[in-house]
T-cell receptor
Framework: DARVTQTPRHKVTEMGQEVTMRCQPI?????VFWYRQTMMQGLELLAY????????DSGMPKDRFSAEMPDATLATLKIQPSEPRDSAVYFC????????????FGSGTQLSVL | GENVEQHPSTLSVQEGDSAVIKCTYS??????FPWYKQELGKRPQLIID?????GEKKDQRIAVTLNKTAKHFSLHITETQPEDSAVYFC??????????FGAGTRLTVKP
């Protein structure tokens, strides 16, 4: 049963530290999404890749967040420097094809910035 | 870009009753409308989806309706059970477009 793999599952860090979250999409999927989930904001889109190219990262604070896909099997989301307001669950999801995409979500990274 | 609004934010029903969650979208080019269910502490998972060329789709106790003219779609759960308790998200996307989610509805089914 193919799954999207996210690491780490939990991360506790201090304000100002760099945080890197990783995602391994399902083999063969060509789209990758990063979402942030908080109690207040629901599922907030941060970035979106298709065939490793970034298509939309307008939801991401550019001054501290960056998203990359160095290869087809790895997507990363970095926060530098991290702030307490970044505390949330970060989900990666992957899909295949153009429109009508069924997304498969990873288990998420629970981030706590103290 | 697409904007998806979802109502209500919370919904409580008695076991056996029906539950209805409604969503509206802004981009008339949107043509794919999935619904995801997220149980506490778990990842969102697709439960049903509908394409723009269909007005209604049913899968056992779950049904989704789509009104393209009014740009709204709804999730209907009949004969609700306690295990239906979760957060439900609607979403919309179009060709070459990202997947935007509604804010979620927390459904509680009371035994």
């Amino acid at each position: 049963d193919a799954r999207v793999t996210q690491t780490p599952r939990h991360k506790v860090t201090e304000m100002g530290q760099e945080v890197t979250m990783r995602c391994q999409p399902i083999l063969g999927h060509n789209t990758v999404f990063w979402y942030r989930q908080t109690m207040m904001q629901g599922l907030e889109l941060l970035a979106y890749f298709r065939n490793r190219a970034p298509l939309d990262d307008s939801g991401m604070p550019k001054d501290r967040f960056s998203a990359e896909m160095p290869d087809a099997t790895l997507a990363t989301l970095k926060i530098q420097p991290s702030e307490p307001r970044d505390s949330a669950v970060y989900f990666c999801a992957s899909g295949f094809g153009g429109y009508r995409e069924k997304l498969f979500f990873g288990s998420g990274t629970q981030l706590s910035v103290l | 870009g697409e904007n998806v609004e979802q109502h209500p934010s919370t919904l409580s029903v008695q076991e056996g009753d029906s539950a209805v969650i409604k969503c509206t979208y802004s981009d008339s080019a949107s043509n794919y409308f999935p619904w995801y269910k997220q149980e506490l502490g778990k990842r969102p998972q697709l439960i049903i989806d509908i394409r723009s060329n269909v007005g209604e789709k049913k899968d056992q106790r779950i049904a989704v309706t789509l009104n393209k003219t009014a740009k709204h779609f709804s999730l209907h759960i009949t004969e609700t059970q306690p295990e239906d308790s979760a957060v439900y998200f609607c979403a919309a996307s179009s060709d070459n477009n990202d997947m935007r989610f509604g804010a979620g509805t927390r459904l509680t089914v009371k035994p």
